[in-house]
């Protein structure tokens, strides 16, 4: 007798997305080959099954993009604050200066010195 294993190929052509499960085997009187047919069988069970999607790896990789997302505009949030916090200073430093300029002004100007000048514009028109 022939010592051929038979499966039933309808197991293992299943649509994809689907647990396939071993074939039934039927084993012959005569089965020096059965342990060998048995490994393979095994090995195209496995390869024709997809596994499922892992919804760990799926929110993993989502929550990474996320935190990317997150991390990038904190940083663009930043640079764009310090590029304000310099505006505002150099802005200062100008109406520091500005200040200064007209305190030194105001200093110059007394009702002493305002007196002394209108008599030297009198005496020179005169």
Same mark, same amino acid.
């Given at each position: ?36 047919? $048995? &490994? ?8 024709? /099954? ?6 760990? #790896?799926?929110?993993? +990789? ?19 604050? $310090? &590029? ?8 200062? /430093? ?6 200064? #300029?007209?305190?030194? +002004? ?21």
């Amino acid at each position: 007798m022939d010592s051929a294993l038979k499966a039933n190929p309808q197991n293992i052509t299943r649509p994809a997305g689907q647990l396939i499960s071993p074939p039934k085997l039927k084993r012959k009187r005569n089965g020096s080959n059965v342990s060998l047919q $048995i &490994v393979i069988i095994g090995i195209l069970t496995r390869y024709l /099954q997809k596994a499922p999607t892992s919804w760990t #790896a799926l929110t993993t +990789a989502f929550l990474f993009f996320v935190i990317v997302l997150l991390v990038g505009y904190m940083i663009y949030g930043a640079a764009i604050h $310090i &590029v304000k916090v310099e505006d505002d200073f150099h802005e200062m /430093q100008e109406l520091k200066g500005r200040a200064e #300029a007209a305190d030194v +002004a105001k200093s110059q100007v007394t009702p002493i010195t305002c007196f002394s000048r209108t008599i030297n514009l009198c005496c020179q028109i005169n």
